[in-house]
């Protein structure tokens, strides 16, 4: 297999008619880092945006690869750090405006879906404002193997990590994200 550098500047469309390498690695990964980004990120997260920043990260460093493992597992770590850094930002901008949260949810319109649904975003948002607590290493494995539904092979190949490491990681996390959780729920 050859290498070709995906994502450069020449024409939209080759000489034989196909899209370019960027548009292939678009097509064939961007539902991927779309779960991916939803899964790290949370309920509140703007996916279009994050996918956005992924595929710009692929175009400015235009990734060489020789096989479409390494594709995968380069794209889900841009999705890790795009989604770590934006919740960073978040993060900061919460500790800022924290002060005027409950004047801006009293002044947001009621929400007009049944109870249950409301019940269930509830739980949702509960589940990752726990896990934003945890530490990265432990909320990438739960979420990838918990909430994805990936294996623990899939974890470790995605992580870079071994298989040891990602059961470690995801035991601790669970542990952690359970006491988490037990603390929000006593008064």
Not at 113 to 121: C, L, S, Y
Not at 142 to 156: D, H, K, N, Q, T
Not at 158 to 176: D, E, N, P
Request: proline share 5%; aromatic share 6%; net charge positive.
């Amino acid at each position: 297999m050859g290498l070709h550098v995906v994502g450069s500047l020449s024409d939209p469309e080759e000489a034989n008619g196909r899209p370019e390498p960027l548009d292939r690695l678009y097509e064939e990964h961007a539902s991927d880092v779309k779960r991916w980004a939803r899964r790290l990120a949370g309920p509140r997260a703007d996916l279009e945006d994050l996918v956005h920043d992924v595929f710009v990260i692929a175009l400015r460093r235009r990734f060489v690869s020789r096989r479409q493992a390494n594709v995968t597992t380069w794209l889900f770590r841009v999705t890790e750090n795009v989604v770590r850094n934006r919740m960073r930002r978040g993060f900061i901008r919460r500790l800022l405006f924290n002060r005027h949260q409950e004047t801006l949810v009293s002044l947001a319109p009621s929400p007009s879906t049944p109870h249950e649904e409301v019940e269930r975003r509830e739980r949702h948002v509960r589940l990752y404002r726990a896990l934003d607590q945890l530490p990265d290493c432990y909320r990438t494995a739960v979420i990838l193997y918990e909430i994805e539904g990936l294996s623990g092979e899939e974890v470790a190949e995605l992580t870079g990590t071994s298989l040891g490491t990602v059961w470690v990681r995801l035991h601790r996390g669970r542990a952690k994200l359970l006491e988490v959780l037990d603390k929000e729920e006593r008064p």
